[in-house]
């Protein structure tokens, strides 16, 4: 069993920047792939970005739409996963979950009925 809570949330301006954390609890964070979705007010929770378990590289995986602008990175001995947030748009505001899965995946990674572990969010909003 996993648990997974995120913090980093916030209210900021468009162009500003936030990072994201999420703390996992368990003694095998190593073997976990990590993963961030999003779910703004009336939208369907929708990917933002994943990366592989330690033995599989770590491997990153982003939505064409925070490409460039997000970065997803995992702090083994921190059990931690981020999400670095940049050129924020208002179109990014939502709740962001964290989510775990002690598998190796691919694109399946993009549905949320892949993950086994959620967070309870926490909420960027970006105004404009």
């Known amino acids: 069993q996993v648990q997974l809570v995120e913090s980093g949330g916030g209210l900021l301006q468009a162009g500003g920047s936030l990072r994201l954390s999420c703390a996992a609890s368990?003694?095998?964070?190593?073997?976990?792939?990590m993963g961030w979705f999003r779910q703004a007010p009336g939208k369907e929770r929708e990917f933002v970005a994943s990366?592989?378990?330690?033995?599989?590289?770590?491997?990153?995986d982003y939505a064409d739409s925070v490409k460039g602008r997000f970065t997803i990175s995992r702090d083994n001995a921190k059990n931690t996963v981020y999400l670095q947030m940049n050129s924020l748009k208002p179109e990014d505001t939502a709740d962001y979950y964290c989510?775990?899965?002690?598998?190796?995946?691919?694109?399946?990674?993009?549905?949320?009925?892949?993950?086994?572990?959620w967070g309870r969010g926490t909420q960027v909003t970006v105004s404009s």
């Open positions: 990366i592989s378990n330690t033995w599989s590289g770590g491997t990153t």
């Open positions: 368990g003694r095998t964070f190593n073997d976990y792939a």
């Open positions: 989510t775990a899965n002690q598998a190796v995946g691919g694109k399946e990674m993009h549905g949320s009925f892949w993950w086994a572990y």
